[in-house]
């Protein structure tokens, strides 16, 4: 987690706002993982949320949603995800590495079994769209007991308390959800979104990363000074399925990576 953290604090005193890139753990293919992630953080990406396919991802988008079932169908599991960071820390990434999962395979795995091999595989914490704050005490004590990142949710329609609640126990960074709904591509950030980031900075002082929705350098370069980061998943999905083959896949990495990263500063 100390790494996360040190990641959130460098980019802001260099007033930059940190890129989170979305990857889907096993797609397009299990074997391509490690090269994309590296493609990534090599072009500017910050930190690397690290999807574990699910065959029910209530919060996933369609693109996210088809991205992870492509991986369930060529047997991506937790424990090959597990791998994949491990894979990425021989191969040279240093970016920390969020996994993100939801509460039915982590839970089969078992807690504190899947949080010492997160740790041992080198991630730096976990990101659990479908588990509330109320109910997140047994993670947050299996996450700390691992030196790990924990983080929890906000959206729109959040009360004050919800998101006081979220951000005090989130450890690393707290995911802010720039809409309601699910995962994908929109053309326009929400008109009230500024508003609403000021009542979320004024929640707590855990850095802050803004999902679901950012796609474009545009989108990037208008929440810069409003947000500690950003994350962009489905765009950059996109893209990577847009590619013929493994050499093209990782410069759609590279351009879009590049693109969105010069927008932060």
């Known amino acids: 987690m100390k790494r996360l953290e040190q990641t959130f604090t ?3 005193t260099k007033d930059e706002t940190t890129l989170v890139a979305y990857l889907t753990s096993g797609y397009p293919h299990l074997g391509e993982t490690v090269g994309l992630i590296s493609a990534a953080v090599d072009a500017g990406a910050d930190v690397i949320e690290l999807g574990v396919p699910f065959s029910d991802p209530l919060g996933d988008g369609p693109v996210i949603q088809a991205t992870g079932q492509a991986a369930l169908d060529t047997g991506t599991t937790t424990a090959a995800t597990l ?5 990425a820390r021989a191969a040279g990434v240093e970016a920390p590495i969020v996994l993100m999962g939801y509460c039915n395979p982590f839970l089969r795995y078992g807690l504190t079994q899947l949080y010492d091999d997160a740790r041992s595989a080198g991630a730096d914490g976990f990101v659990v769209p479908d588990l509330p704050v109320g109910e997140g005490a047994e993670w947050l004590a299996q996450a700390e007991a691992a030196e790990l990142g924990q983080t929890f949710f906000t959206a729109p329609g959040s009360s004050p308390e919800r ?3 979220s951000a005090a126990a989130s450890r690393g960074f707290l995911y802010v959800l720039a809409a309601n709904g699910v995962t994908g591509v929109r053309s326009e950030l929400d008109p009230g979104i ?3 980031l000021e009542r979320v900075r004024a929640a707590g002082d855990t850095p ?12 990037v370069a208008a929440l810069h000074g409003k947000t500690d980061g950003v994350i962009v998943g489905s765009a950059l999905l996109q893209a990577i399925g847009a590619a013929r083959d493994a050499a093209g896949r990782r410069r759609a990495v590279t351009g879009l990576i590049s693109s969105l990263k010069a927008a932060t500063r």
Do not use: C, K, L, Q
Not at 208 to 219: E, K, L, N, T, W
């Open 10 to 12: 460098d980019n802001r």
């Open 83 to 87: 791998d994949v960071v491990a894979e």
């Open 163 to 165: 998101m006081a609640a």
């Open 194 to 196: 500024d508003a609403y």
């Open 208 to 219: 802050m990363a803004v999902g679901f929705g950012i796609s474009r350098p545009d989108h």
